[in-house]
């Protein structure tokens, strides 16, 4: 907070003190809705092709509510910016700077949107202490009042972005911290023999976050109002495990532990391989990606034709052929629009799902089924996986999470996914 609020305090010295007068420039007009809303965007015109600072006092017509900014997503792309923003009030100022290029070439200008906490509508009255500032002569002068930014208000906040260490390849971040609704870019690198198997973020509640996968190992998200930690999961491609050998080749893998004779099939066919530096990692998620990469391995990794239906699914990665063949068989349809999100963990209700279509196109016997009455939360299975998810049951390949809850939402951990797959092989005969 105390950096925060002497950014602000730099900035609005800038502002004020830089007297050496530019060119005369047309003043910035304010475009924003006119109709009454819980959020509304704010953009400009007017603005001179050589700012690269800008400060603005904008009047809301709601004062009893308290508000925040988040700033544009194509305005945070440009190169070294930076944005903050104090309320007070019925007003919110909002600074913005480059620390390189400038804001804009076409002398429009979208900052983003003021939202009310509480959800009341208003509407963007006015806009006022409008300054901005070039690179090479100092303020633009425009005129206009300086506005209530008084120091009472509150600020954005940044939040941290922390990063595990993983084993066998590393996660950078484009920001070590941000404020909510930043777009935040990760990029994975593999070490040499191995892929990476899964990544994932949570927030501070432990929730996941949604990645958007941009190929090339590029990932986005945008920052929630929590901090969030990154973790990712680099699989040896080779089947190797990292250097440790013996019956029980995983340091993490205790004898007698649930898991021990799953993750022993799972690694003796070649089904799942460690992690690097002889571990297993039992309790790390597994990805959609991961799983069908498992059957196709099962399958006999048959050639393929074409490429996956899927805009996330890249030519030529780990997962690319397994996705394909899986999708060209109907075992696998994605979540609409085009996306399978082959990094997002799998849940147990997919993986029902998955194996059943799995099991069908083996021409195994699926019409068996369960009651799910003795589960409580039997009616959070979702629609399209509520007679899969009774297969599996009814099978035994999946078992409630306790007694009386089968957590159909709930992620499916490499250990979890081990048993699941010798199970289905000792089904498959």
Request: charged letters at 10%; aromatic letters at 8%; one cysteine or more.
């Amino acid at each position: 907070m105390r950096k925060i609020s002497a950014l602000l305090l730099t900035l609005a010295t800038l502002f004020s003190l830089l007297a050496v007068p530019a060119a005369a420039a047309a003043s910035p007009q304010l475009v924003t809705s006119g109709t009454a809303a819980a959020t509304q965007e704010i953009k400009l015109t007017g603005i001179p092709n050589n700012c690269q600072s800008f400060q603005a006092t904008f009047t809301l017509s709601n004062d009893s509510a308290a508000y925040s900014f988040v700033a544009d997503n194509g305005l945070m792309l440009l190169p070294g910016i930076y944005t903050t923003y104090q309320h007070s009030g019925s007003s919110v100022t909002v600074y913005v700077t480059a620390k390189s290029g400038m804001l804009t070439d076409t002398g429009s200008l979208t900052l983003g949107t003021v939202s009310s906490a509480d959800g009341s509508t208003f509407t963007v009255t006015g806009m006022s202490g409008v300054k901005l500032l070039d690179s090479y002569t100092g303020d633009i002068e425009l005129g206009g009042s300086s506005g209530g930014s008084g120091s009472s208000g509150s600020s954005s906040t940044a939040r941290a972005i922390t990063i595990k260490a993983s084993t066998g390849g590393s996660v950078t971040a484009s920001a070590a911290q941000a404020v909510q609704g930043r777009t935040i870019t990760l990029t994975a690198t593999a070490q040499e023999g191995y892929v990476l198997e899964s990544i994932a973020v949570t927030n501070s509640a432990g929730r996941t976050v949604a990645l958007t996968d941009l190929g090339g190992g590029k990932y986005t998200f945008t920052m929630p109002s929590s901090a969030v930690t990154v973790t990712a999961v680099f699989a040896a491609q080779s089947g190797g495990n990292g250097g440790a050998t013996g019956s029980q080749p995983f340091v993490d893998v205790p004898a007698g532990a649930w898991y021990e004779e799953a993750v022993q099939y799972v690694y003796e066919n070649g089904l799942m391989s460690g992690t690097g530096d002889g571990r297993f990692s039992p309790e790390v998620t597994t990805s959609r990606a991961m799983i069908v990469t498992i059957l196709y391995r099962q399958a006999g990794s048959p050639a393929v034709t074409g490429s996956a239906a899927f805009t996330d699914v890249e030519a030529g990665t780990w997962y690319t052929d397994a996705v394909t063949w899986a999708s060209a068989n109907g075992i696998v349809s994605g979540y609409g629009e085009g996306k399978f999100g082959p990094n997002d963990p799998i849940t147990r209700e997919q993986m029902a799902a998955i194996l059943c279509r799995y099991a069908s196109y083996k021409g195994m016997d699926v019409t068996k089924r369960a009651d799910l009455s003795a589960f409580s939360d039997a009616g959070q299975v979702s629609d399209y996986a509520l007679e899969t998810m009774r297969w599996a049951v009814a099978e035994g390949l999946i078992t409630g999470t306790s007694e009386t809850t089968l957590s159909p939402a709930g992620s499916a951990t490499r250990a979890q996914a081990a048993l699941i797959l010798m199970r289905f092989a000792a089904l498959e005969g």
